[in-house]
């Protein structure tokens, strides 16, 4: 009896590497009728199901006459600027009345909003990067275990158009390209987790062996750099370490995953160019991807802009793209908005409801995919006409494993924005006690999302 | 030189006497001897660890493997700093999802180096049986490999591991080939591979001093003539000491200037000063441009630098007289956008008709349609980019809190983009920057958001003048001459290409050397392979500013060019 439960406990992933014994063996595995438990709360090995982090991105902020709801709390109404959204209403939280503030910052035009709302700090300057983004923060915290810590993707065809960062000099490269983004998930080096056999690739332990030499080598090689560049190879040195985790994982079967199911490869890319409707297909070609990616625990933190901070996006037929719109047309006397500006916002918002759509469209346990997931959804200004910074929009969606509510209009009362931020990381399990810096500085959770 | 001709002893470059005759030839032209001349004793530049780019990496591998070798893959961008990418490859840090890029090529590019249809000629040696390692063939192989990868001599310790790796590997795989494919995965993705790494020496003729030592000097030389690492020629110039010597060093830079693999260095260099990345994400209103199409993107670039590399290279010119220049080549795509030119398939020689305004580089799509916005012109977008591109000029960022009710409803108030942009003068927040701006993109007005010659706007004729610095001029034709005689257009040049060939400089190491490239260039008729030669050639170019950081870790690596700290 002893023995017995003494072997209950094993993960399947230990008792696979044990029968592997360093070996090739092919392992033919029944597919499981449950992988859950039995009220659909975890998964088969007992573990919970997971909770996954996102970030969202929309540049240029809003209408605040047409996009900011008169109800707070349950229940909103959705303004014209937002009426796309009224599919996702009771999946996502709208926050209006924050602030980002700069304190003695210059306010960088379309750069020191998003920074502050991704890092909690003010850039002093257009080549300052502070910190590193929330989603580095929090992948550190839960994303060790998953094939890639982090995933990142943008709609607008520029894989420069990304809000995640290492550091100053290490952008976390957005990949552009639904097709190059399919083979980097689901390409040769997929291990589909509900496969009924699983043999390990003998090259991948070929591979660690030769990479622990290149580790070695680079102990050497960061001796005789100078103290800047030594952190630039300690950097390199963690990255092959990542590398070195997936060869690990690649050895490994992996648990099946009731909610993963096999992706079809797109035809095809969408056609170039970042006219509104290209960038709508792009954004959900890459969605979709993304979405299965986190179903099948490929990643648990993922991030996707559907425009730049000083978005380009250009509306067929109109000479001015989106952000020059912002500054040059005129507020119309009659509605009291600038209306192409507006439309721009709202093709915006309906991919944002479609972003979230996809989530809720994956069941997993008793729910969907979106009630284990909090996604954290930001612009660079309030009204971008005049590159404010008050009043300043953000959402999220999903109910990260029943810890949030969702549903809710809040109002900031003009604290800082870096409060929902900082909500989420306390909803995701990180022991931190503060984000942000100056004014930025929050020790305060947006109780009103809390479950 | 491929690889393949590593091993037979092959030599496609131009001899080293017809470099050096090359060298006579180009400077009898300019009034001197092939003398040498290091400019300022006291120079010295910084010791960067370089992230390979894209680029280099690709050439570099072509180098060795030959063109057959096919990669597709994206590697994250570098930041500009200093006005060009080149200089952000100091700085770049490697994440993971970037290693895993590095990892997925290197494996891409071992795959097909192994495969039965290029390891006979790729791989110099046949195991004595495919199906275990091999260690004397292993060693032949990833030896040579290894040190053109990795532009030096593998060190005996790191080669023992690596040819131990490829039999470990062959006898767990039972494919001697498949064994070769990890070690050779394993160079590529080492820190020897993907960081250019200065490493320094000190310099017997400046006691105290640094220098590159003679393999860091040999990949700085190359990756900033041929973007690319060294050949097998340069590397065993570093490895006699050659460069050490000013003959030596000129015997090597006079090659590679005379080299077929120079263009691929000029057109880097341009490419990355003229911010040519941004057209991977340019893009036009087709229903307002419907003559612009993705082949009109792709070949507006290619005109751009065939144009140059012809003017500067092959014929010698005056770097001055790119902006005057009728002389151009033209594509069927781009003829579309010449009203009433036609051009046969591929690339033509083209000189612009004496009548038209079409003259020189900022006359070219490449400018034209870079610098506005999808669906119109923009004077300030291309004011701006004259002044930053290629006076190194910095326009500041709007302010923030800018009134922009001047501007509303353009389209109602304002018939042309003068009309409109005289509104930026009149508003004191914007006139500032406008004012160095616009009258330049004014100039340029003739021609629309997509390149194409125009004379109207909205039914408003165009007027086209402008100033420059307070030089008037009443057409784009003007603005080129005026942009050719501007003192800070070959001082600019100079600026860039010094900082882009040492992987960044700062304003104390300009300070001394910058004048005196200005005034070589200018002896040297603004020939841009002679400024090239001279920046090769200065002592600033190999010695280093400061010491090793760490000198408790000097040690002598046999073979490794000498002391590395």
Known sequence: MKNLRKLESLGRRRVLRGMLNGGIVTVGLPLLNCFLNDNGTALASGAPLPVRFGTWFWGLGMNSKIFVPNKLGAGYDLPEEIAALARVRDDINLFTNFNAFRDSSPNICHYTGWVIMRTGQAPTGSEDRPGETIDVTIARAIGRTSRFPTLTATATGDMRTSFSYLNANSPNSAEPSPLNFYSQIFGADYQDPNAESFTPNPRVMARKSVLSGVLDRTREVTKIVGSEDRARLDQYFTALRDLERQFDQQLTKPEPIAACHAVTAPAQDPKNGIDSDAVAIRHKMLTDLMVMAVACDQTRVFNMAYSASSATTIKAGYEKPHHTTTHEEGVDSKLGYQPTASWFTRRAMESWATFVEAFRNVKEGDGTLLDNVLIYATTDHAWARVHSLEGIPLFTAGRAGGRVKSGLHIDGKGTTAVRVGYTGMKVLGLDVNSWGTKSNNTTSEVSEMLA | ?565
């Open chain 2, 1 to 565: 030189m491929p690889f393949s001709a590593v091993f037979s002893g092959r030599h496609p470059e131009r001899s080293s006497v017809t470099a050096r005759l090359c060298c006579v030839i180009a400077f009898a032209l300019a009034g001197q001897g092939c003398s040498v001349d290091s400019g300022p004793q006291n120079a010295t530049s910084t010791a960067h660890a370089r992230l390979i780019s894209q680029k280099q990496y690709f050439n570099t591998v072509e180098y060795v493997f030959g063109p057959d070798i096919t990669l597709s893959t994206q590697f994250a961008p570098f930041r500009r700093v200093d006005g060009l990418l080149a200089n952000g490859g100091s700085t770049a840090g490697i994440t993971v999802g970037q290693m895993r890029e590095f990892q997925r090529t290197a494996g891409a590019l071992a795959e097909q180096v192994v495969s039965p249809e290029h390891r006979n000629f790729l791989i110099p040696c046949k195991p004595a049986r495919e199906d275990a390692a091999d260690e004397a063939c292993a060693t032949q192989f990833l030896s040579v490999v290894g040190r053109l990868l990795q532009r030096r001599p593998l060190d005996p310790k790191v080669q023992a591991a690596t040819v131990a790796e490829a039999g470990a590997a062959a006898d767990r795989l039972k494919d001697f080939y498949a064994g070769l494919a990890v070690a050779l995965e394993g160079l590529l993705i080492s820190p020897d591979m993907l960081f250019i790494i200065d490493q320094t020496e000190p310099d017997p003729k400046r006691p105290g001093q640094q220098r590159l030592d003679a393999y860091s000097l040999a990949s700085r030389l190359s990756f900033f003539l041929w973007d690319a690492a060294p050949d097998d020629e340069l590397l065993q110039a570093a490895q006699r000491g050659d460069l050490y010597t000013s003959k030596g060093r000129a015997r090597a830079v006079d090659r590679m200037l005379a080299s077929p693999r120079l263009e691929a260095g000029v057109r880097a260099f341009f490419d990355d000063m003229l911010a040519f990345d941004e057209f991977a994400v340019l893009t036009k209103d087709p229903g307002i441009y419907p003559a612009f199409s993705g082949e009109t993107l792709l070949d507006a670039r290619e005109q751009t630098l065939l144009t140059i590399y012809d003017h500067v290279v092959v014929k010698k010119g005056d770097y001055r007289d790119l902006f005057t220049s009728r002389e151009t080549f033209i594509s069927p795509a781009l003829a579309l956008l010449y009203d009433g030119v036609s051009a046969p398939p591929g690339w033509s020689r083209f000189e612009v008709p004496a009548d038209s305004p079409r003259v020189g580089l900022l006359t070219q799509v490449s400018f034209l349609a870079g610098h506005s916005h999808p669906g119109r012109s923009s004077p300030t977008l291309r004011g701006k980019a004259l002044r930053e591109l290629l006076l190194c000029q910095i326009v500041p960022r709007p302010p923030p809190n800018v009134d922009f009710s001047q501007l509303e409803n353009p389209d109602a108030h304002y018939p042309t983009q003068r009309d409109r942009v005289a509104a930026h003068l009149a508003a004191p927040s914007c006139a500032g920057c406008h004012r160095i701006t616009d009258p330049i993109g004014l100039a340029l007005e003739n021609f629309d958001g997509a390149g194409r010659y125009r004379t109207q706007e909205g039914g408003t004729p165009i007027d086209a003048s402008g100033n420059l610095d307070g030089k008037p001029f009443t057409d784009a034709v003007g603005l080129g001459q005026a942009l050719r005689d501007n003192p800070g257009l070959p001082a600019c040049l100079v600026k860039r290409m010094y900082s882009y060939s040492v992987g960044g400089s700062d304003i104390k190491e300009e300070k001394i050397v910058l004048p005196y490239f200005r005034e070589r260039f200018e002896a040297d008729g603004y020939r841009v392979p002679e400024l090239m030669r001279t920046i090769a050639m200065s002592t600033a170019f190999s010695s280093i500013a400061e010491p090793a950081a760490t000198p408790a870790q000097t040690q002598v690596v046999a073979d490794r060019g000498g002391t590395r700290k």
